[in-house]
């Protein structure tokens, strides 16, 4: 499917709002990234040395949602992703699973806060290790279906997000041409295949 | 399709080989994970602060390869992912991209040095931020076609890798069985589908 000149240019703004203009290197005061370093014994009695990453103190397990009106039309989220060679990125709604909650409960929280809106068809789609060679951070992806409106968008200081509505299609036409390049997004995405029949979602 | 009891085997054997016996916390003597602080300027006249993680000194770019025989089978690799709840990880070859080195080449070595195989035929399959909010990672994951034997493995100090072989099908089920959680493998299997057509891969 082509995407609509218009999706295009939603996209071409939010790139343009949150776009770097520079960056300067500060020290670290309170760090959110620390490594941990461990001895480990494996059962062939070999002794291996691995550094595991902490965001937070905690392990960075995040929830990802597809968002889908009852119209089937997707909901995609632009914010500043300072490191990427763009700057901005175009991806799903996600953020880190707090303490003692559970991945649903995460991805409908962020599913409010970062577009507005709920859900009572939560669906999993993928659970998978974000860097399994270095952290414990254990992503957890769902469809949502038939979402509505609750209000409007809840951000924390310094979390900058804009959103924009497409056909699932012209997602998967975005990601094909690389405007979208986030790990969580793509696997979102792909596996959100298995739902999609003859132009619509469909629950189980 | 379904999983030869065979594949279960090799696969048990591996998980038995390098699970975990004991993990003790040390001193991070010499740290390969660490974290920049940066504060930008976006566009919009907004100032943000965030964490860049590095990977000793670098980004952490990785190369992944989904290896092919010329039969049609596909190489999985079993290695200790201490951080993960099995402590042990089914996946693909993979490995950091050196510095100079560009993604095919590192595809191409650590084939080489993971499994010991060789192709004339690398097929780009995605590429794609591992974690856009806090690294540069950008990964990039190719299908092998043709491989070939050229030598035994040649691991680093520390890395310990057994590898067998199933048909693509299987590793697809596997995934489903959730055998396989590594974000890197998911996205590179899913990503193959393109090329999987009436039980073959065929080249471009």
């Known amino acids: 499917m082509k995407v609509r000149e218009e999706v295009y240019q939603k996209l071409r703004e939010g790139v343009e709002e949150f776009q770097t203009v520079s960056t300067k290197k500060v020290e670290n005061v309170k760090p959110f990234l620390q490594a941990e370093c461990y001895q480990i014994l494996l059962n062939n009695q070999c002794t291996i040395v691995r550094e595991k990453l902490k965001k937070g103190g905690k392990d960075g397990s995040a929830a990802i949602v597809l968002p889908v009106t009852k119209e089937n039309e997707v909901i995609l989220t632009i914010e500043p992703r300072v490191f990427t060679k763009s700057t901005v990125g175009i991806g ?37 290790y974000q860097d399994s060679g270095c952290s414990s951070a254990y992503n957890q992806a769902f469809l949502a279906l038939d979402i509505r409106k609750v209000g409007e968008q809840k951000l924390d200081e310094g979390e900058y997000i804009k ?24 696997i979102t995405l792909e596996k959100a295949k298995k739902y999609w029949k003859g132009g619509s979602f469909y629950g189980i």
């Open 92 to 128: 799903l709604p996600a953020g880190y699973i707090e303490q003692g909650e559970d991945a649903k409960a995460a991805a409908l929280r962020e599913l409010r806060e970062e577009v507005g809106y709920t859900t009572n068809t939560l669906i999993p789609l993928a659970s998978f």
């Open 163 to 186: 959103y924009l509505f497409c056909h699932y299609e012209e997602a998967l036409q975005l990601m094909e041409e690389h405007y979208m390049e986030d790990a969580n997004a793509i």
